[in-house]
């Protein structure tokens, strides 16, 4: 079967196809634009219970964000929350206010849309050694895949951020569901890396048995498995507590501007911008553009443009109340990794997102409480996974070492920031060994000449 034949739709709508930029079937797309809310739920849901964040003006602001960056970038490039940022202000006393969250965001957007305009960020991202890149990506997704076994295993206190009692295996939010969920996406999506569409020629060279199992594939593939997995949620939703229908209230909130004080910018700056700008420096541009280029080999990021826009985003909304955001490596593979292929499916995120942002405001924060957490967790298990799986094309031992090295101290660490470093200086040690093994032997080379010069003939 031809490519393009397996999108006919797409094609004859050509106005429709060059718009959204299409590089798969409608499906593929919509069911990958859920693929990173097993992280933005949990932490968007955290902040407005523990930080009273402002739901309806974040799902308003991300909303925009999703719908620029899909028609900017051309890629399912995601928006995410400022992850660091959110672990001070929900787990550290006392609790940052929504004007110090606010201040921490701008601070760091500041810095990033810097570094991308003076060009410093694209040095970074052209100097910085694939080993050290790739080890944050296996500790980033190695966490996100620790986070999701624990959803899964046990219930969640989202407002301590702690696990509680083992999930039960009956139930609207029990270890069946979660199970039935993950073995639905694996059955539909297998490992994630396969493209089962055939030209005629190669369709022709296989076997009866073969067509058909390659067809099966096509079908499996086509389901659009992620997202009737979030849809099952929502309605989990109003079956574990119906009494939301009467809680929910029409209409977004107020958006108006937060009063800052001096004292705020410092505390935010302090506490939430010194921990979160080496992360965001490292996940949110720098691993985020490798991995593009993984995934999309022939589009390219510019590490430049990645970098301003993380920082117009949240020098925009952070004044209103809106979440800070960043652009994350996590979110990049788990959209990837259930159908996103081009900007479109983060158009529909986001006008998802500014739908209900608008219909049900801080309203829906009721919805969010109820969805099952095992169903969240299988989401990030896979997100964690295609990230982690970055790190596959380490081709020598040495560049096997500096990576796990790396990705073990930022994961014992907590820190991706400490763990660069280490991989920094492990990598510049590896090549100074090097460096001088190559003077050792060019001396015993040197002497071995001198000594034959010196021997006399006979």
């Not at 980033?140 to 702690?162: C, D, E, M, P, W």
């Not at 059955?187 to 190669?202: A, I, K, R, Y």
């Not at 990021?301 to 826009?309: C, H, I």
């Amino acid at each position: 079967m031809d490519t393009s034949s397996a999108t006919p739709i797409l094609h004859q709508n050509r106005w429709w196809h060059r718009f959204l930029r299409l590089k798969t079937t409608l499906s593929s797309e919509l069911s990958g634009a859920v693929g990173d809310l097993g992280t933005f739920i949990p932490i968007v849901l955290t902040l407005t219970l523990v930080s009273h964040l402002d739901l309806s003006t974040t799902l308003i602001f991300t909303s925009l964000y999703n719908i620029s960056t899909g028609l900017l970038f051309g890629l399912p490039m995601p928006v995410q929350p400022m992850k660091s940022i959110a672990a001070v202000a929900v787990s550290e006393l006392p609790h940052l206010t929504t004007a110090q969250i606010a201040t921490a965001g701008a601070t760091t957007a500041a810095t990033l849309l810097i570094l991308g305009a003076t060009g410093l960020m694209s040095f970074f991202y052209r100097f910085i050694p694939l080993p050290v890149v790739r080890g944050v990506q296996l500790s980033q997704g190695l966490s996100f895949a620790f986070s999701a076994i624990k959803y899964i295993r046990y219930n969640q206190n989202f407002v301590t951020s702690k696990s509680t009692t083992r999930r039960s295996w009956l139930g609207l939010d029990g270890l069946i569901l979660a199970i039935s969920s993950l073995l639905f996406l694996v059955l539909t999506t297998g490992s994630g890396g396969h493209n089962h569409t055939t030209n005629n020629n190669d369709n022709n060279s296989l076997t009866r048995s073969q067509r058909r199992v390659s067809k099966r594939l096509r079908v499996l593939s086509a389901i659009p498995s992620a997202l009737i997995v979030f849809l099952f949620g929502l309605v989990f939703c109003f079956i574990r507590d119906p009494s939301i229908i009467k809680d929910l209230k029409f209409g977004p909130s107020r958006i108006q501007p937060l009063k800052i004080t001096w004292e705020d910018w410092k505390i935010g700056f302090l506490r939430g911008a010194i921990p979160q700008i080496p992360l965001s420096i490292l996940n949110s541009v720098i691993a985020v553009c490798k991995l593009s280029t993984d995934l999309f080999p022939d589009h390219e990021l510019s590490a430049t443009k990645v970098s301003v826009s993380v920082g117009i985003m949240n020098l925009v909304g952070c004044w209103f109340g809106a979440m800070p955001v960043c652009h994350g490596a996590g979110g990049l593979a788990g959209q990837y990794r259930f159908g996103a292929r081009s900007g479109a499916s983060v158009i529909f995120l986001g006008i998802g997102k500014l739908v209900i942002g608008l219909l049900f405001g801080n309203s829906f924060v009721r919805i969010l409480n109820q969805f099952p957490i095992g169903i969240l967790g299988v989401l990030l298990l896979f997100a964690g996974i295609e990230l982690a799986m970055a790190s596959k094309d380490m081709n020598t031992k040495e560049q096997s070492f500096v990576m796990l090295v790396c990705a073990a101290v930022s994961l014992t660490g907590s820190s991706a920031a400490l763990g660069f470093g280490c991989g920094i200086l492990l990598h510049l040690l590896l090549k100074l060994r090097s460096m001088e093994c190559s003077c050792f032997g060019f001396l015993r080379s040197k002497s071995s000449a001198s000594a034959v010069e010196s021997t006399p003939s006979v």
